[in-house]
């Protein structure tokens, strides 16, 4: 019996790994409850996931979001004024902490700072190990290394490794 359950035990958490990464896509585009929706399907198939739970845990704690200062850290951290930038984002969403959806992009603007390098890093590698079918924190942590030359070798590994996902850009 133990031969015929674990082929679907198997396939049934490779589904929830699928509907994890497909919540992140949703919650990457701005439709979180698509996230939701993703992630509650996860549930059904894993009961247990711990990741599928954090991350409902999650939309419910989502700040409400400024889009004028959204907008305005976007546009400073084009123009690479990255301490500008970092404060409108931090006045965007309202703490020191963006919520997982900014969390790539304010990271790697943070890293682009004197002092934001190894901040970014601690907290992407803090992210992904919470939340590690989220691929683009993966994607994020990688670039970031590629900054400096004593993590950029492992950077790039993983960029080589990215480069085979599906979808991920």
Do not use: C
Not at 27 to 41: E, F, M, S, Y
């Amino acid at each position: 019996a133990i031969l015929l359950t674990t082929p679907f035990a198997v396939a049934a958490e490779n589904d929830a790994q699928q509907l994890l990464k497909q919540g992140y896509f949703w919650l990457d585009k701005g439709q979180p409850q698509q996230a939701r929706d993703a992630w509650h399907k996860a549930l059904r198939i894993a009961p247990d996931n711990a990741e599928a739970k954090r991350s409902l845990n999650l939309l419910d704690d989502l700040p409400s979001i400024s889009e004028t200062a959204l907008t305005e850290a976007r546009t400073l951290a084009q123009a690479e004024n990255y301490p500008a930038a970092i404060a409108a984002y931090r006045n965007a969403f309202g703490s020191d902490t963006p919520p997982l959806s900014l969390a790539t992009e304010f990271y790697e603007t943070l890293a682009a700072t004197d002092d934001g390098w190894q901040t970014s890093v601690l907290a992407l590698t803090e992210l992904q190990d919470q939340y590690p079918s989220h691929s683009r924190l993966t994607l994020s942590l990688a670039r970031i290394q590629t900054y400096r030359e004593f993590t950029r070798r492992r950077g790039i590994q993983t960029l080589e490794q990215l480069s085979r996902t599906p979808g991920l850009h």
